[in-house]
Protein backbone atom coordinates (compact mmCIF):
# COMPACT_ATOMS: atom_id res chain seq x y z
CA UNK A 1 0.00 0.00 0.00
CA UNK A 2 0.84 3.35 -1.01
CA UNK A 3 0.84 6.83 1.47
CA UNK A 4 1.69 9.93 0.40
CA UNK A 5 3.03 12.29 3.18
CA UNK A 6 2.88 16.03 2.82
CA UNK A 7 4.54 17.69 6.09
CA UNK A 8 7.86 18.87 7.78
CA UNK A 9 11.12 17.33 7.77
CA UNK A 10 14.43 18.00 9.05
CA UNK A 11 18.20 16.79 9.01
CA UNK A 12 18.71 16.34 12.60
CA UNK A 13 16.20 14.79 14.58
CA UNK A 14 12.81 12.95 13.89
CA UNK A 15 9.92 15.30 13.40
CA UNK A 16 7.12 15.26 10.44
CA UNK A 17 8.45 13.57 7.66
CA UNK A 18 11.41 12.81 9.35
CA UNK A 19 9.60 10.41 11.59
CA UNK A 20 7.01 9.27 9.18
CA UNK A 21 8.20 8.21 6.46
CA UNK A 22 10.51 5.54 8.58
CA UNK A 23 7.64 4.48 11.00
CA UNK A 24 5.32 3.57 8.20
CA UNK A 25 8.00 1.93 5.98
CA UNK A 26 8.62 0.25 9.12
CA UNK A 27 4.88 -1.06 9.21
CA UNK A 28 5.76 -2.33 5.22
CA UNK A 29 4.29 0.44 4.08
CA UNK A 30 5.63 2.38 0.51
CA UNK A 31 5.78 6.20 1.59
CA UNK A 32 6.23 8.97 -0.73
CA UNK A 33 7.21 11.77 1.42
CA UNK A 34 6.80 15.75 0.07
CA UNK A 35 8.09 18.19 2.48
CA UNK A 36 6.60 21.23 3.72
CA UNK A 37 9.66 22.49 5.16
CA UNK A 38 13.19 21.41 5.17
CA UNK A 39 15.12 22.69 8.65
CA UNK A 40 17.89 21.52 10.27
CA UNK A 41 16.28 20.82 13.31
CA UNK A 42 13.04 21.10 15.26
CA UNK A 43 13.44 24.79 16.11
CA UNK A 44 12.73 23.50 20.26
CA UNK A 45 16.53 23.57 20.67
CA UNK A 46 16.45 27.35 20.35
CA UNK A 47 17.57 27.98 16.54
CA UNK A 48 17.56 26.36 13.05
CA UNK A 49 18.48 26.73 9.60
CA UNK A 50 16.39 26.37 6.56
CA UNK A 51 13.30 27.27 5.24
CA UNK A 52 9.38 26.60 3.91
CA UNK A 53 8.93 24.91 0.36
CA UNK A 54 7.07 27.27 -2.00
CA UNK A 55 3.24 26.26 -2.76
CA UNK A 56 4.85 26.59 -6.44
CA UNK A 57 7.27 23.97 -5.52
CA UNK A 58 4.83 21.53 -4.30
CA UNK A 59 2.36 22.14 -6.93
CA UNK A 60 4.90 20.81 -9.01
CA UNK A 61 6.07 17.87 -7.34
CA UNK A 62 2.21 16.79 -6.93
CA UNK A 63 1.88 17.74 -10.84
CA UNK A 64 4.63 15.50 -11.62
CA UNK A 65 2.97 12.41 -9.91
CA UNK A 66 -0.38 13.18 -11.21
CA UNK A 67 1.85 13.18 -14.61
CA UNK A 68 3.03 9.59 -13.83
CA UNK A 69 -0.95 8.54 -13.43
CA UNK A 70 0.31 7.77 -9.72
CA UNK A 71 -2.34 9.63 -7.86
CA UNK A 72 -4.60 6.86 -8.36
CA UNK A 73 -2.05 4.50 -6.60
CA UNK A 74 -2.04 6.52 -3.16
CA UNK A 75 -4.03 4.32 -0.50
CA UNK A 76 -4.09 7.15 1.87
CA UNK A 77 -2.90 10.77 2.71
CA UNK A 78 -0.89 12.16 5.62
CA UNK A 79 -0.57 15.77 6.33
CA UNK A 80 0.75 17.61 9.03
CA UNK A 81 3.01 20.53 9.75
CA UNK A 82 2.47 23.59 6.83
CA UNK A 83 4.90 26.05 6.10
CA UNK A 84 2.79 28.85 4.61
CA UNK A 85 -0.81 29.56 4.39
CA UNK A 86 -0.53 29.24 0.83
CA UNK A 87 0.71 25.92 0.90
CA UNK A 88 -3.46 24.77 2.22
CA UNK A 89 -5.01 25.15 -1.22
CA UNK A 90 -2.01 23.06 -2.62
CA UNK A 91 -2.73 20.39 -0.65
CA UNK A 92 -6.82 20.51 -1.14
CA UNK A 93 -6.06 19.98 -4.20
CA UNK A 94 -3.93 17.16 -3.93
CA UNK A 95 -6.39 15.67 -2.12
CA UNK A 96 -9.16 16.11 -4.92
CA UNK A 97 -6.99 14.42 -6.88
CA UNK A 98 -5.99 11.39 -4.88
CA UNK A 99 -9.84 11.26 -4.07
CA UNK A 100 -11.16 11.55 -7.22
CA UNK A 101 -8.54 8.93 -8.92
CA UNK A 102 -8.85 6.50 -6.34
CA UNK A 103 -12.01 6.80 -4.11
CA UNK A 104 -11.22 4.60 -1.43
CA UNK A 105 -8.35 6.56 -0.18
CA UNK A 106 -8.35 8.51 2.93
CA UNK A 107 -7.37 11.36 4.74
CA UNK A 108 -5.65 11.46 7.92
CA UNK A 109 -4.91 15.58 8.72
CA UNK A 110 -3.07 16.38 11.68
CA UNK A 111 -4.03 19.74 12.45
CA UNK A 112 -0.83 21.16 13.51
CA UNK A 113 -1.52 24.60 15.23
CA UNK A 114 -0.11 24.72 18.38
CA UNK A 115 0.48 23.06 21.78
CA UNK A 116 0.21 24.09 25.26
CA UNK A 117 -2.05 27.46 24.62
CA UNK A 118 0.37 28.83 22.12
CA UNK A 119 -0.05 29.10 18.14
CA UNK A 120 3.22 28.15 16.57
CA UNK A 121 2.08 28.09 12.78
CA UNK A 122 2.21 30.90 10.77
CA UNK A 123 -1.15 33.30 10.24
CA UNK A 124 -3.64 31.21 7.89
CA UNK A 125 -2.83 27.90 8.76
CA UNK A 126 -5.06 27.92 11.47
CA UNK A 127 -8.04 29.20 9.81
CA UNK A 128 -7.23 26.82 6.57
CA UNK A 129 -7.20 23.64 9.04
CA UNK A 130 -10.20 24.98 10.47
CA UNK A 131 -11.93 24.90 7.10
CA UNK A 132 -10.73 22.17 5.77
CA UNK A 133 -10.81 19.46 8.73
CA UNK A 134 -14.56 18.36 7.28
CA UNK A 135 -12.95 16.73 4.35
CA UNK A 136 -10.54 14.66 6.17
CA UNK A 137 -11.54 10.71 7.48
CA UNK A 138 -8.93 10.66 10.67
CA UNK A 139 -7.79 13.77 12.25
CA UNK A 140 -5.28 13.48 15.31
CA UNK A 141 -5.24 17.03 17.12
CA UNK A 142 -3.54 17.35 20.34
CA UNK A 143 -5.65 19.08 23.25
CA UNK A 144 -5.18 22.13 22.51
CA UNK A 145 -5.80 21.75 19.10
CA UNK A 146 -9.48 20.29 19.75
CA UNK A 147 -9.91 23.28 22.19
CA UNK A 148 -9.08 25.61 18.71
CA UNK A 149 -10.69 23.62 16.04
CA UNK A 150 -14.07 23.49 18.59
CA UNK A 151 -14.20 26.05 20.68
CA UNK A 152 -14.77 23.83 23.54
CA UNK A 153 -12.56 23.28 27.26
CA UNK A 154 -11.06 19.99 27.40
CA UNK A 155 -10.02 20.05 31.09
CA UNK A 156 -11.93 16.55 32.18
CA UNK A 157 -12.75 13.37 30.22
CA UNK A 158 -16.06 14.15 29.78
CA UNK A 159 -15.32 17.66 28.15
CA UNK A 160 -12.79 16.05 25.64
CA UNK A 161 -15.14 13.38 24.43
CA UNK A 162 -17.62 16.09 23.74
CA UNK A 163 -15.45 17.93 22.06
CA UNK A 164 -14.03 15.34 20.16
CA UNK A 165 -17.35 14.16 19.28
CA UNK A 166 -18.46 17.68 18.14
CA UNK A 167 -15.46 17.43 15.79
CA UNK A 168 -15.73 14.21 13.98
CA UNK A 169 -19.95 15.38 13.49
CA UNK A 170 -18.38 18.40 11.75
CA UNK A 171 -17.21 16.50 8.49
CA UNK A 172 -18.84 13.63 6.54
CA UNK A 173 -18.41 10.11 6.51
CA UNK A 174 -19.79 7.75 9.06
CA UNK A 175 -16.15 6.13 8.98
CA UNK A 176 -14.74 9.33 10.25
CA UNK A 177 -12.36 9.17 13.13
CA UNK A 178 -11.06 12.04 15.45
CA UNK A 179 -8.14 10.50 17.62
CA UNK A 180 -6.64 13.35 20.51
CA UNK A 181 -3.72 13.37 21.80
CA UNK A 182 -1.88 15.07 24.44
CA UNK A 183 -4.67 15.32 26.91
CA UNK A 184 -3.52 15.66 30.89
CA UNK A 185 -6.94 15.97 32.17
CA UNK A 186 -8.09 16.86 35.64
CA UNK A 187 -10.34 13.89 36.30
CA UNK A 188 -7.20 11.11 35.99
CA UNK A 189 -4.36 10.31 37.75
CA UNK A 190 -1.84 13.42 37.53
CA UNK A 191 1.37 12.69 36.06
CA UNK A 192 -0.38 11.00 32.46
CA UNK A 193 -1.60 11.72 29.29
CA UNK A 194 -4.75 10.12 27.82
CA UNK A 195 -5.21 9.78 24.14
CA UNK A 196 -8.77 9.35 23.09
CA UNK A 197 -10.07 7.83 20.07
CA UNK A 198 -14.03 8.39 18.90
CA UNK A 199 -15.67 6.62 16.21
CA UNK A 200 -19.41 6.38 14.60
CA UNK A 201 -20.32 4.04 17.41
CA UNK A 202 -17.65 3.86 20.24
CA UNK A 203 -15.22 5.76 22.03
CA UNK A 204 -12.00 4.84 24.29
CA UNK A 205 -9.23 5.87 26.01
CA UNK A 206 -5.34 4.88 26.62
CA UNK A 207 -3.93 6.43 29.55
CA UNK A 208 0.26 6.06 30.19
CA UNK A 209 2.83 7.88 32.29
CA UNK A 210 3.96 11.11 31.11
CA UNK A 211 7.65 11.19 30.18
CA UNK A 212 10.32 13.21 31.25
CA UNK A 213 11.51 14.19 27.56
CA UNK A 214 10.44 17.21 25.19
CA UNK A 215 9.44 14.16 22.59
CA UNK A 216 9.70 16.49 19.40
CA UNK A 217 7.86 14.94 16.59
CA UNK A 218 5.71 12.40 18.70
CA UNK A 219 2.40 13.77 17.54
CA UNK A 220 3.89 13.08 13.89
CA UNK A 221 5.11 9.72 14.95
CA UNK A 222 1.68 8.74 16.44
CA UNK A 223 -0.25 9.89 13.70
CA UNK A 224 1.55 7.88 11.15
CA UNK A 225 1.17 4.88 13.23
CA UNK A 226 -2.18 5.07 13.79
CA UNK A 227 -2.83 5.62 10.12
CA UNK A 228 -0.38 2.73 9.44
CA UNK A 229 -2.26 -0.07 12.05
CA UNK A 230 -5.70 1.50 10.68
CA UNK A 231 -5.34 0.74 7.10
CA UNK A 232 -4.72 -2.96 7.68
CA UNK A 233 -7.85 -3.90 9.40
CA UNK A 234 -9.83 -0.29 9.71
CA UNK A 235 -10.22 -0.99 13.79
CA UNK A 236 -9.47 2.11 15.28
CA UNK A 237 -9.66 0.43 19.16
CA UNK A 238 -6.35 -1.87 18.09
CA UNK A 239 -5.07 1.33 15.88
CA UNK A 240 -5.66 3.42 19.16
CA UNK A 241 -3.39 0.45 21.35
CA UNK A 242 -0.94 -0.44 18.76
CA UNK A 243 0.37 3.24 17.81
CA UNK A 244 0.15 4.66 21.48
CA UNK A 245 2.28 1.64 22.86
CA UNK A 246 4.76 1.92 20.11
CA UNK A 247 5.52 5.81 20.74
CA UNK A 248 5.33 5.90 24.44
CA UNK A 249 8.29 3.08 24.08
CA UNK A 250 10.42 5.04 21.94
CA UNK A 251 9.68 8.30 24.27
CA UNK A 252 10.44 6.22 27.64
CA UNK A 253 13.56 4.94 25.17
CA UNK A 254 14.99 8.18 24.42
CA UNK A 255 14.09 9.93 28.23
CA UNK A 256 15.70 6.76 29.99
CA UNK A 257 19.15 7.83 27.46
CA UNK A 258 19.06 11.12 28.09
CA UNK A 259 18.75 11.94 24.72
CA UNK A 260 16.63 15.39 23.39
CA UNK A 261 15.58 13.83 20.19
CA UNK A 262 13.38 10.29 20.25
CA UNK A 263 15.57 7.63 19.32
CA UNK A 264 13.63 6.20 16.70
CA UNK A 265 16.17 3.55 15.23
CA UNK A 266 17.31 2.71 18.17
CA UNK A 267 14.22 1.80 19.14
CA UNK A 268 12.99 0.76 15.70
CA UNK A 269 11.70 -2.56 16.87
CA UNK A 270 8.51 -0.67 19.31
CA UNK A 271 6.93 0.62 15.93
CA UNK A 272 6.27 -2.68 14.65
CA UNK A 273 5.50 -4.89 18.13
CA UNK A 274 5.62 -2.82 21.11
CA UNK A 275 6.80 -4.98 23.89
CA UNK A 276 4.05 -3.23 26.61
CA UNK A 277 0.31 -2.44 25.71
CA UNK A 278 -1.69 -0.39 27.74
CA UNK A 279 -5.41 -0.77 28.81
CA UNK A 280 -7.74 0.43 26.45
CA UNK A 281 -10.68 1.82 28.30
CA UNK A 282 -14.48 2.18 26.41
CA UNK A 283 -15.59 5.75 27.55
CA UNK A 284 -19.15 7.40 27.35
Known amino acids: MNILSIQSAVAYGHVGNSAAVFALQRLGYE???????????HPGHGGFQGRASSATELAELIQ???????????DALLTGYMGAADQGPVIADAWARISAANPRAIWALDPVIGDKGRVFVRPG????????????QILTPNAFEL???????????????????????????????VVVTGLALDDLEPGTLTTLAIDATAAWRVTTPAQ???????????????????????????????????????????AAAG??????????????????????V???
Request: hydrophobic share 45%.
Open 259 to 280: AREMLLIDAQDELAEPHCLFEV
Open 31 to 41: VWPVDTVRFSN
Open 147 to 177: EYLTGQTCRRLDEALAAGRALRAGGTGRDRL
Open 125 to 136: IPEFLRDIAPRA
Open 64 to 74: GLAAGNWLGQV
Open 282 to 284: PVG
Open 212 to 254: PHPAHGAGDLFSALFLGRYLRKRDAREALAGATAAVHAVIAHS
